[in-house]
C-alpha cells in the first residue's frame, strides 16, 4: 500500500558527491517526517536527516551536518539526500523512511578513501 525506493548509491572517491532519491507510492504524507537512516556492516542503524513532509523543517545528525542536504519534491512525491563532501565512514546502506514506519529496500553508498 506503500511503497519506498531508493535509488542514486554507487561508488565514489571520498570527496565526492552523492544524490540519493526515493520515490514514494500508494499514499500521501501530509503530516509525516520523511527521512534516511544508515548502517554499516556490524553497526546500528543510525538517523541521518529528516524533513517534514508538510512543510520544510529539517534536522540532521551531527555527523552529516554541512555536507548532506535532504530535501522533497511533494507534487513527485520523492525525497532526495545530496550528499557532498563524503567520506569513508559514510559508508553504508541508505534507507528511506517515513515516520520511521515505512521502510525502503536500501541503497549502498561506498566512499573509498
Known amino acids: 500500500q506503500v511503497q519506498l525506493v531508493e535509488s542514486g548509491g554507487g561508488l565514489v572517491q571520498a570527496g565526492g558527491s552523492l544524490r540519493l532519491s526515493c520515490a514514494a507510492s500508494?499514499?500521501?504524507?501530509?503530516?509525516?517526517?520523511m527521512g534516511w537512516f544508515r548502517q554499516a556492516p556490524g553497526k546500528e542503524r543510525e538517523f541521518v536527516a529528516r524533513?517534514?513532509?508538510?512543510?520544510?523543517?529539517?534536522y540532521y545528525a551531527d555527523s552529516v551536518k554541512g555536507r548532506f542536504t535532504i530535501s522533497k519534491d511533494n507534487a513527485k512525491n520523492t525525497l532526495y539526500l545530496q550528499m557532498n563532501s563524503l567520506k569513508p565512514e559514510d559508508t553504508a546502506v541508505y534507507y528511506c523512511?517515513?515516520?520511521?514506519?515505512?521502510w525502503g529496500q536500501g541503497t549502498q553508498v561506498t566512499v573509498s578513501s
Open positions: 524533513i517534514i513532509w508538510r512543510g520544510d523543517s529539517t
Open positions: 500508494g499514499r500521501t504524507f501530509e503530516n509525516y517526517f
Open positions: 523512511n517515513v515516520n520511521q514506519q515505512y
